[in-house]
C-alpha cells in the first residue's frame, strides 16, 4: 500500500505528492527540492522568494522566478544591496513578479545584510550550514504526519531570530524552515519517495563549508 502523502507517477517512481503532478513543480521536486546547496546566490535568492512566498503558494513564485531573476539582478547580492528608489519603483512596476513594496524593500536590505554576513563568516553558506540541525532533533522517519505537524523546528526559530537580529527581515521561522527544507540543510522528502535516498546521499558526501576568518 502506497503511504499516505506519496504518489507513483507515470514513470513508476514514487514521489512526494505535494508536486500535484504539475509537470514544472515535479521537475523542482525531482531536480531541486532538498539537494545540498552551498552556493551564496543561490542561498540569498531562495531566502528572498520564500520572504516574498509569505501569504502564496510556492507554485506561484516558482512560475515568476526568472522574473524576479531579472528584477534583482539574479539575485547577485553586492548588485541588490546598490539598489535605491528608481530600483524600487521599477519593481513596483513589474508586472511579472510580486509587487509588494514591503517585501522588494526587504530584498534590498537584506542584500545589505547578507554582504555584512559575508564579511563575518566568509560566505552566506558558512553560515546557514553552521545552524545544520543536529541529528538529536530529526524525527527518525519523515512520513506525511510529521512534515504537516512541523511547519518550523527549533533550528528554524534560532536562525530566525539570529538573523532578525542581524537586521534581516521577512525572514520568520516557517519561512527560514522553507529554505533549509529548500537548500538542503534537512531531508524533508518523504520515507517512500526515490528522491528521499538520493538526497540523503548527496548530503552525506557534501564537504559542509567552514567558517572564514573576518576579512573586516
Known amino acids: 500500500m502506497t503511504e499516505k502523502g506519496i504518489v507513483t507517477g507515470e514513470d513508476g517512481r514514487q514521489r512526494c505528492a505535494w508536486h500535484g503532478n504539475l509537470e514544472d513543480y515535479r521537475r523542482?521536486?525531482?531536480?531541486?527540492?532538498?539537494?545540498?546547496v552551498t552556493d551564496d546566490v543561490r542561498l540569498f535568492e531562495k531566502i528572498c522568494l520564500e520572504g516574498f512566498q509569505s501569504g502564496l503558494s510556492w507554485l506561484t513564485i516558482l512560475r515568476?522566478?526568472?522574473?524576479f531573476r531579472a528584477a534583482f539582478a539574479?539575485?547577485?547580492?553586492?548588485?541588490?544591496?546598490?539598489?535605491?528608489?528608481?530600483d524600487i519603483a521599477r519593481c513596483l512596476a513589474?508586472?511579472?513578479?510580486?509587487?509588494?513594496?514591503?517585501?522588494?524593500?526587504?530584498?534590498?536590505?537584506?542584500?545589505?545584510?547578507?554582504?555584512?554576513?559575508?564579511?563575518?563568516?566568509?560566505?552566506l553558506a558558512s553560515y546557514f550550514?553552521?545552524?545544520?540541525?543536529?541529528?538529536?532533533?530529526?524525527?527518525?522517519?519523515?512520513?506525511?504526519?510529521?512534515?504537516?505537524?512541523?511547519?518550523?523546528?527549533?533550528?528554524?526559530?534560532r536562525i530566525s531570530k539570529d538573523l532578525k537580529k542581524r537586521g534581516w527581515t521577512f525572514v520568520g521561522p516557517t519561512t527560514?524552515?522553507?529554505?533549509?527544507?529548500a537548500m538542503g540543510l534537512v531531508n524533508d522528502h518523504l520515507s517512500g519517495c526515490y528522491c528521499q535516498p538520493e538526497v540523503e546521499r548527496l548530503r552525506q558526501a557534501m564537504d559542509r563549508p567552514a567558517r572564514i576568518a573576518s576579512v573586516r
Open 94 to 123: 513589474d508586472p511579472g513578479i510580486v509587487r509588494h513594496r514591503g517585501k522588494i524593500v526587504s530584498t534590498i536590505n537584506n542584500a545589505r545584510r547578507a554582504q555584512d554576513m559575508r564579511a563575518e563568516f566568509g560566505s
Open 74 to 86: 539574479g539575485f547577485d547580492f553586492d548588485r541588490v544591496a546598490a539598489f535605491g528608489d528608481d
Open 129 to 157: 550550514w553552521s545552524h545544520e540541525p543536529p541529528a538529536g532533533e530529526r524525527p527518525a522517519v519523515m512520513d506525511y504526519e510529521t512534515l504537516i505537524a512541523n511547519p518550523s523546528t527549533p533550528t528554524s526559530v
Open 64 to 67: 515568476k522566478r526568472e522574473n
Open 28 to 36: 523542482y521536486h525531482d531536480a531541486e527540492w532538498g539537494r545540498p
Open 176 to 181: 527560514v524552515y522553507a529554505f533549509m527544507q
